[in-house]
Every structure is written in structure tokens, then in C-alpha cells.
């Protein structure tokens, strides 16, 4: 930053995404998703610093160099839908001529008409009208070049997939049909183990796709739990996760009060007791992650997580 001050914009975040599932990760625009997913895939700025472990099998995302992750990770082993598709697309080249030349590096299909045929799969499979395949992206709509993008992420069959906000710009059908997509990609173990880690604002697409959420504020992720619970009975623990929901307009249609912090100004304990109303002199203490009961199982930073009803009266 100016004057050589530094930014934390993620801190202290830990979880894994396993075999099968579905993480979808959540929370306010600036909260630190989309730069948490660059650092896996190695595609921060060059004045940012990493710290810790991301582990994909035996490999260190985090101190791979780029030869490795321009050769063996990106498209091969993490796929990537990203969060400005227009910005990934070659401008000067076709949909077309872009899926036809991914293909033939992640897949062993070659020939020029085994190829357009497989471009022209790869493109069905996200959703994309074979009517828009020779334009170039100039010339698609934000919802077309998120199908555009989806479609390539898709190409590799990678084990990991990475989807940043990978319903933007579609309507509720194709929303629903795109995240319908990569929940086939997860469940198709025909094709050996995969995963997906969706970032996302969409709470009605998480709820469609995900078996667990995780709930980022401020850099830091402040819930972890099963999805269903989540969604559905007993809810949300963390305030900040209750007030996402009740936020819905099929919900109470009630924002959340106040504004996020600025990263570089975070208050010294807990970044979301200055618009919370649980808060008391206790949120001054930074709060440390601690599983809350009962099953399932919720893995909770705050002073004071919300408890269901049941377990509220046992304890009175």
C-alpha cells in the first residue's frame, strides 16, 4: 500500500475441501474470498506475501514455483471459473478457437474435427449457445462470457475445481443449471475424486450445491459447518452468518446494520462487534475458532454464537 504500509487481507484461514464435496465459501464483497483463491492457484500481484500451507495432495500451493503451477496445476489439477471472465478471455481469438486449444492441451483428443466436436461438447456441458461459438468475447454479454469461462474451467476434468462467483450476470434458470453443472462435476467418479470450492454471493445457489459452508468476514473465516444446518434447523451460530440470512428477501429482508471494516483499520478483538448486538466488553478479545454442539458440529469464531433453542433450555 502507499507509504509501504502492508494489508492482511486474508489472516488465520484454515479448512479443507474433501473428496466429493462441495465448499461454498461466502460473505460481503472485500471480505478476502477472491484473494484467497488467487493465492491457491499463485495468481497474487508480485509485491503480495503468502504464509502457512495449502496442500493439494502432496504439493504446497503456496511455495510451488510458477513452472509448476503453469504446467501441472492450473487446468490439470485445479480448474479455475474466475471472478472476471471477460478479463481471462483472449480478445482476439474466438469461443471456439479458445476451447479447441484448451482441449487439445488438457485432453488427448486431436484431430481438427475430433477437437470441434469436443469444443462444441465443452461448451454444452456450461450452457453455451453453439450459435455464439465463433464470436469473439468482445461481443458476449456478461452472462456469455461467464458460460464462456465455465466452459473452459470445465475442460480439464480437474480434481479440484475453483469457481469465483461463477453464477455472475446469469438468470435464475441458468444459475441454477450452471451450479446444477458442477455438482455433476464433483459427483462423476467415473473420473476419479473431485472436489469443488465455490466463492460466491449467491446464498440460493450455495444452498442448491453446497454440503458445507464457510462464512468469511474481514479477512478471517468466522464459521465452518454443515450446509443443511446451515440453511435449514438450528441455523447459523455467528451473528454476522444470521444476519446474511435474514438479509434474503425470501427471509426477513433485513440488512445487515453498519459497514465492514476497512482491513487496515480492524478493531483490535472481534471485526464484526461494532455492527453486531451481541457484543459486549468480552468482543474486545480477538475470538479463537472453537467447535460449538451440538451435531452437527460447528466450527465457530465468536464470544457469543447463537444456540439452538433445545440446548439453551438444557442449559438453563
Known amino acids: 500500500m502507499p507509504g509501504g504500509r502492508r494489508i492482511a487481507a486474508v489472516t488465520g484461514a484454515r479448512f479443507d475441501v474433501r473428496s466429493g464435496e462441495c465448499l461454498a465459501l461466502i460473505g460481503?464483497?472485500?471480505?478476502?474470498?477472491?484473494?484467497?483463491?488467487?493465492?491457491?492457484?499463485?495468481?497474487?500481484?508480485?509485491?503480495?506475501?503468502?504464509?502457512?500451507?495449502?496442500?493439494?495432495?502432496?504439493?504446497?500451493?503456496?511455495?510451488?514455483?510458477?513452472?509448476?503451477?503453469?504446467?501441472?496445476v492450473r487446468g490439470r489439477r485445479i480448474g479455475l471459473v474466475p471472478q472476471s471472465p471477460a478479463a481471462h478471455l483472449t480478445p482476439v481469438r474466438t469461443?471456439?478457437?479458445?476451447?479447441?486449444?484448451?482441449?487439445?492441451?488438457?485432453?488427448?483428443?486431436?484431430?481438427?474435427?475430433?477437437?470441434?466436436?469436443?469444443?462444441?461438447?465443452?461448451?454444452?456441458?456450461?450452457?453455451?449457445?453453439?450459435?455464439?461459438?465463433?464470436?469473439?468475447?468482445?461481443?458476449?454479454?456478461?452472462?456469455?462470457?461467464q458460460r464462456a469461462a465455465t466452459a473452459l474451467a470445465l475442460v480439464g476434468d480437474a480434481p479440484l475445481l475453483l469457481a469465483d462467483e461463477p453464477t455472475t450476470g446469469l438468470d435464475r434458470d441458468l444459475?441454477?443449471?450452471?451450479?446444477?453443472?458442477?455438482?455433476?462435476?464433483?459427483?462423476?467418479?467415473?473420473a476419479g475424486d473431485r472436489a469443488l470450492l465455490m466463492i460466491t454471493h449467491d446464498l440460493a445457489a450455495a444452498e442448491r450445491i453446497a454440503d458445507r459452508v464457510a462464512v468469511m468476514y474481514?479477512?478471517?473465516?468466522?464459521?465452518?459447518?454443515?450446509?443443511?444446518?446451515?440453511?435449514?434447523?438450528p441455523g447459523p451460530r455467528h451473528p454476522y452468518s444470521r444476519g446474511l440470512l435474514q438479509?434474503?428477501?425470501?427471509?426477513?429482508?433485513?440488512p445487515v446494520p453498519?459497514?465492514?471494516?476497512?482491513?487496515?483499520?480492524?478493531?483490535?478483538?472481534?471485526?464484526?462487534?461494532?455492527r453486531c448486538d451481541r457484543s459486549t466488553d468480552l468482543?474486545?478479545?480477538?475470538?479463537?475458532?472453537?467447535?460449538?454442539?451440538?451435531?452437527?458440529?460447528?466450527?465457530?469464531?465468536?464470544h457469543h454464537p447463537h444456540v439452538p433453542a433445545p440446548e439453551a433450555a438444557d442449559r438453563a
Open 28 to 72: 460481503e464483497s472485500g471480505c478476502g474470498k477472491s484473494v484467497l483463491a488467487s493465492a491457491l492457484l499463485g495468481l497474487l500481484p508480485g509485491n503480495a506475501q503468502t504464509a502457512g500451507q495449502a496442500l493439494l495432495g502432496d504439493l504446497d500451493l503456496l511455495t510451488a514455483d510458477e513452472r509448476t503451477l503453469a504446467r501441472t
Open 95 to 145: 469461443v471456439r478457437s479458445q476451447l479447441r486449444e484448451t482441449v487439445a492441451a488438457l485432453t488427448p483428443v486431436r484431430g481438427r474435427a475430433a477437437l470441434r466436436t469436443a469444443a462444441e461438447t465443452a461448451a454444452a456441458r456450461a450452457a453455451f449457445p453453439a450459435g455464439h461459438l465463433d464470436h469473439h468475447p468482445h461481443q458476449l454479454s456478461g452472462g456469455l462470457a
Open 175 to 190: 444459475v441454477d443449471r450452471t451450479v446444477d453443472e458442477l455438482r455433476r462435476h464433483v459427483d462423476d467418479t467415473d
Open 218 to 233: 474481514a479477512g478471517r473465516i468466522v464459521e465452518l459447518g454443515d450446509a443443511a444446518a446451515f440453511f435449514g434447523a
Open 247 to 254: 438479509a434474503l428477501p425470501d427471509r426477513a429482508f433485513t
Open 258 to 274: 453498519g459497514l465492514p471494516p476497512e482491513l487496515g483499520a480492524l478493531p483490535a478483538g472481534c471485526a464484526f462487534a461494532p
Open 283 to 302: 468482543c474486545a478479545t480477538p475470538p479463537r475458532p472453537a467447535t460449538v454442539p451440538p451435531p452437527p458440529a460447528v466450527t465457530v469464531a465468536c
